[in-house]
């Protein structure tokens, strides 16, 4: 029997939002935020919008000229909060009044602290700047509490009780915010013909303004702080270019990469050099990132039952109950499709899957052993920077080696008597990880977990969490449209390079 593993570095991760805590119960996930700080680094899920990067550099810029120290955060977060209610106020006016115009830039994500201030928007004629200020985010420095960790790694600004501005802020370019400062600095009352007037601020204008331009250095350029930092966004801005031309927009981006990271046989006449190992990361990255989610729905399928309160012994019941009386080595060796062509190409065996489960409506426990088998397989067929992605945390991560191991000692077991072994093993490591988690807080001991033991038995609260684990290619996304490196066809359907596209990588 292969030991269950845990160690510091597969938990000690940060969830990339507030919702994510508690929400990596068998602590597997490491390993894919691991690869995202790495191939997008600067990119967390909950920054999608280019344009709030330059507001709190353009921010920064402003504390610095009124010479603002630590006793004027106060005044610091009042503006602040004024401008990013500006910011979303005419982003949202903009996308009502000329919705496709502004989404063909910004995407379909709406601005930070929608629900507060499209509901003062509706039906109004005019917003009430000191209200909303006041009440569109509970925290109090608003969003730039979210985006400041990317603002410095980008060299925008640098943090500390105010921020002042970094090496890569430049303040000519950020006057393109000018107007949103104006504004904040002026009355209360904002009419719609305010707001549209400002509509130069809006989150779609972003690209062709100064401010724009001057993203994009700090992203891509050649003379920055951080030059590899640079480099691996020039190489993931183009290979994601690769992977989503021609492609319908509203189809699922990580998959759009797979295909042409893990599945293109011709890769090399594609893509050539940097970007060719690049993308041969993000094959690891990604065939990684199916066993990941394996667990995840695994860990969500075992827990299902006890919604309704009940013991460990009756969520195993449940879990095993649908598989075939086979051995292991039959239903997760034999039984497996062909994973490579007669040219040792990787063929999609993981969108089959997926494809099967799409129709039926729920991945079953059976379905996701086989994925997890398809990934122990894959460990012999990538090679090289995929492999070395590929395997990265794999004992620690219960990664598709370990598991390779598992069905080797457990091969001449029947499939459903090696499942009970793995679900009880999994219901200990879910239970050492939250106690290796345990912390006193002001209120008292906290378990992050949503099993709560009640008396002999145990109730799930709420539900466990069963999307992928994000490689964050959707807010990279975002962020390239914004800035003009990735756009979409006239129609609105499909996606094409942006006019900004080459701008930093000629050639590709
Ligand atoms: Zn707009």
Same mark, same amino acid.
């Given at each position: 029997?292969?030991?269950? %593993?845990? *160690?510091?570095?597969?938990?000690?991760?940060?969830?990339?939002?507030?919702?994510?805590?508690?929400?990596?119960?068998?602590?597997?996930?490491?390993?894919?935020?691991?690869?995202?700080?790495?191939?997008?680094?600067?990119?967390?899920?909950?920054?999608?919008?280019?344009?709030?990067?330059?507001?709190?550099?353009?921010?920064?810029?402003?504390?610095?000229?009124?010479?603002?120290?630590?006793?004027?955060?106060?005044?610091?977060?009042?503006?602040?909060?004024?401008?990013?209610?500006? %910011?979303?106020?005419?982003?949202?006016?903009?996308?009502?009044?000329?919705?496709?115009?502004?989404?063909?830039?910004?995407?379909?994500?709406?601005?930070?602290?929608?629900?507060?201030?499209?509901? *003062?928007?509706?039906?109004?004629?005019?917003?009430?700047?000191?209200?909303?200020?006041?009440?569109?985010?509970?925290?109090?420095?608003?969003?730039?509490?979210?985006?400041?960790?990317?603002?410095?790694?980008? $060299?925008?600004?640098?943090?500390?009780?105010?921020?002042?501005?970094?090496?890569?802020?430049?303040?000519?370019?950020?006057?393109?915010?000018?107007?949103?400062?104006?504004?904040?600095? $002026?009355?209360?009352?904002?009419?719609?013909?305010?707001?549209?007037?400002?509509?130069?601020?809006?989150?779609?204008?972003?690209?062709?303004?100064?401010?724009?331009?001057?993203?994009?250095?700090?992203?891509?350029?050649?003379?920055?702080?951080?030059?590899?930092?640079?480099?691996?966004?020039?190489?993931?801005?183009?290979?994601?270019?690769?992977?989503?031309?021609?492609?319908?927009?509203?189809?699922?981006?990580?998959?759009?990469?797979?295909?042409?990271?893990?599945?293109?046989?011709?890769?090399?006449?594609?893509? $050539?050099?940097?970007?060719?190992?690049?993308?041969?990361?993000?094959?690891?990255?990604?065939?990684?990132?199916?066993?990941?989610?394996?667990?995840?729905?695994?860990?969500?399928?075992?827990?299902?039952?006890?919604?309704?309160?009940?013991?460990?012994?009756?969520?195993?019941?449940?879990?095993?109950?649908?598989?075939?009386?086979?051995?292991?080595?039959?239903?997760?060796?034999?039984?497996?499709?062909?994973?490579?062509?007669?040219?040792?190409?990787?063929?999609?065996?993981?969108?089959?899957?997926?494809?099967?489960?799409?129709?039926?409506?729920?991945?079953?426990?059976?379905?996701?052993?086989?994925?997890?088998?398809?990934?122990?397989?894959?460990?012999?067929?990538?090679?090289? %920077?995929?492999?070395?992605?590929?395997?990265?945390?794999?004992?620690?991560?219960?990664?598709?080696?370990?598991?390779?191991?598992?069905?080797?000692?457990?091969?001449?077991?029947?499939?459903?008597?090696?499942?009970?072994?793995?679900?009880?093993?999994?219901?200990?490591?879910?239970?050492?990880?939250?106690?290796?988690?345990?912390?006193?807080?002001?209120?008292?001991?906290?378990?992050?977990?949503?099993?709560?033991?009640?008396?002999?038995?145990?109730?799930?609260?709420?539900?466990?969490?069963? *999307?992928?684990?994000?490689?964050? %290619?959707?807010?990279?996304?975002?962020?390239?449209?914004?800035?003009?490196?990735?756009?979409?066809?006239?129609?609105?359907?499909?996606?094409?390079? $942006?006019?900004?596209?080459?701008?930093?990588?000629?050639?590709?």
């Amino acid at each position: 029997m292969v030991a269950m %593993l845990v *160690a510091g570095a597969a938990w000690s991760a940060k969830a990339d939002s507030p919702e994510d805590t508690g929400r990596q119960p068998l602590a597997v996930e490491a390993v894919t935020a691991a690869h995202a700080s790495e191939l997008v680094p600067a990119v967390i899920t909950t920054t999608p919008h280019a344009r709030y990067l330059s507001l709190h550099a353009r921010m920064a810029v402003e504390a610095s000229r009124r010479g603002w120290s630590t006793d004027d955060l106060p005044a610091f977060r009042q503006l602040l909060r004024r401008c990013e209610v500006i %910011l979303a106020a005419v982003s949202l006016r903009h996308d009502a009044v000329d919705r496709e115009v502004h989404q063909r830039r910004a995407g379909k994500r709406r601005p930070h602290g929608v629900n507060t201030i499209a509901q *003062a928007l509706d039906g109004s004629e005019s917003i009430d700047l000191d209200e909303l200020s006041r009440a569109y985010s509970v925290v109090a420095n608003g969003f730039y509490g979210t985006y400041g960790g990317i603002e410095t790694a980008l $060299g925008l600004i640098t943090p500390e009780v105010l921020p002042a501005p970094g090496p890569a802020a430049e303040p000519e370019a950020l006057g393109a915010l000018d107007q949103a400062i104006e504004l904040a600095l $002026g009355g209360d009352v904002l009419s719609m013909a305010d707001l549209d007037g400002a509509v130069g601020v809006c989150l779609c204008q972003v690209s062709a303004k100064t401010d724009g331009a001057s993203l994009r250095r700090a992203y891509f350029g050649t003379d920055v702080p951080d030059p590899d930092l640079a480099a691996a966004h020039r190489a993931s801005a183009a290979v994601l270019t690769r992977a989503v031309h021609g492609q319908p927009v509203d189809d699922n981006i990580d998959l759009m990469m797979d295909r042409l990271c893990c599945f293109t046989s011709d890769l090399p006449q594609i893509l $050539g050099g940097a970007n060719l190992d690049h993308a041969m990361r993000w094959r690891g990255a990604l065939l990684r990132n199916w066993s990941v989610w394996a667990w995840r729905l695994l860990w969500a399928n075992l827990v299902a039952p006890l919604s309704g309160t009940g013991t460990r012994e009756d969520a195993v019941a449940v879990f095993v109950a649908g598989l075939p009386s086979v051995r292991v080595r039959q239903a997760l060796r034999d039984d497996l499709p062909p994973t490579v062509d007669g040219n040792s190409g990787l063929q999609p065996v993981e969108h089959d899957l997926n494809d099967e489960v799409g129709q039926a409506g729920g991945w079953s426990v059976l379905q996701l052993l086989r994925l997890l088998a398809v990934g122990a397989r894959r460990a012999d067929e990538v090679d090289g %920077l995929s492999r070395e992605a590929f395997l990265r945390y794999d004992q620690t991560g219960m990664g598709p080696v370990w598991f390779r191991g598992w069905i080797d000692d457990h091969a001449d077991i029947p499939l459903p008597d090696a499942a009970r072994s793995l679900a009880i093993a999994m219901f200990n490591r879910a239970e050492k990880v939250s106690r290796d988690k345990m912390q006193w807080t002001r209120t008292g001991l906290r378990m992050p977990t949503r099993l709560r033991v009640v008396g002999d038995r145990l109730r799930l609260e709420g539900r466990e969490g069963d *999307a992928p684990a994000s490689l964050r %290619l959707d807010t990279f996304a975002s962020v390239l449209l914004q800035l003009g490196v990735l756009d979409v066809s006239d129609d609105g359907m499909t996606w094409k390079q $942006g006019p900004y596209g080459t701008e930093w990588s000629p050639g590709s």
